[in-house]
């Protein structure tokens, strides 16, 4: 089992629609959750971080996070296709210094 | 604006060549990472450092050599490249802490001829 699984894509939505972008982690012992946006050719970007249960939300982006399920989601809301990216999940275990990424997903906002 | 810098955007080296990727950033982080990129591997950390002149190996760290003799710069050397160290190279800083996500470099797309 991977550290940490994204699912697979690609994904498309039209424009205007809800983008739903999953994660599982295997590590419990995991803190700290991040969403990276990586667009084609360039480095990537950090646009939500969550460290508790529940939703956090910023823009259009909410981030959901539940510790039990080992499980952490990033909603794109109104979708853009200046949203189409690769979105990167990664995990902070315990008080690693390091971050374990997911292989991440494709996204396609269809105009 | 704070910054993550790579020296090079695009390198093209020969098998067997002694290569070295530099990275600076002005943030005053203490931790310094390496990754490389591949299709379909996403990800995969090379070697950190989380302080002047210590390093750790990270999950690929065969064929690589890291030194950071300054707080501000981490360089990343391939001892002698291969054809399979073809890849994009990552640099990314953060501070301690739980909080801190890290801030990438633009990235070195490295090929090995």
């Known amino acids: 089992q991977k550290e940490v699984e994204q699912n697979s894509g690609p994904l498309s939505v039209p424009e205007g629609a809800i983008a739903s972008l999953n994660c599982t982690y295997s590590?419990?012992?995991?803190?700290?959750f991040f969403w990276y946006r990586q667009y084609s050719g360039k480095s990537p970007e950090l646009i939500m971080s969550?460290?508790?249960?529940g939703d956090k939300e910023d823009g259009r982006f909410t981030a959901q996070l539940n510790k039990a399920s080992q499980y952490v989601s990033l909603l794109i809301r109104d979708s853009q296709p200046s949203d189409s990216a690769t979105y990167l999940c990664?995990?902070?275990?315990?008080?690693?210094?390091?971050?374990?990424f997911g292989s991440g997903t494709q996204l396609t906002v269809l105009p | 604006d704070v910054k993550v810098t790579q020296s090079s955007r695009y390198l093209v080296k020969r098998t067997g060549e002694k290569v070295f990727l530099e990275c600076v950033q002005d943030?005053?982080?203490?931790?310094m990472f390496w990754y490389r990129q591949d299709p379909g591997l996403g990800l995969r950390l090379i070697y950190f450092?989380?302080?002047?002149?210590?390093?750790e190996k990270g999950d690929i760290p065969e064929g690589y050599s890291v030194s950071r003799e300054k707080k501000e710069r981490f360089s990343l050397i391939l001892e002698s490249a291969s054809t399979n160290q073809t890849s994009m190279y990552l640099c990314?800083?953060?501070?301690?802490?739980?909080?801190?996500?890290?801030?990438f470099g633009s990235g070195t797309r490295l090929t090995v001829v």
């Open positions: 450092s989380y302080d002047v002149k210590m390093k």
């Open positions: 590590d419990r012992g995991s803190q700290s």
């Open positions: 943030m005053d982080h203490e931790n």
């Open positions: 990314a800083s953060s501070s301690p802490g739980q909080g801190e996500g890290y801030t």
């Open positions: 990664a995990v902070k275990r315990g008080s690693a210094r390091q971050l374990t």
């Open positions: 969550i460290y508790s249960n």
